[in-house]
């Protein structure tokens, strides 16, 4: 697990439920996200990608 993940980590769980729902912060290309969705969201996308890459590159 990287640092940055770490990091990520120890400060969403500094946070309330209350907070994770209600605090809202930009994203570039979905508009605004409350911090709970952005969190969600990103750990998808890095699936996603993680997968696609997984299946191109497990022949090489």
Do not use: C, F
């Not at 605004?32 to 969600?40: D, G, H, L, P, Q």
């Amino acid at each position: 697990m990287s640092l940055s993940n770490k990091k990520l980590q120890n400060k969403v769980r500094r946070k309330s439920d209350l907070n994770l729902d209600r605090l809202v912060i930009p994203h570039p290309l979905m508009g605004k996200m409350t911090i709970r969705e952005i969190v969600m969201w990103s750990a998808y996308h890095l699936e996603h990608h993680t997968t696609i890459l997984s299946e191109k590159y497990e022949n090489l």
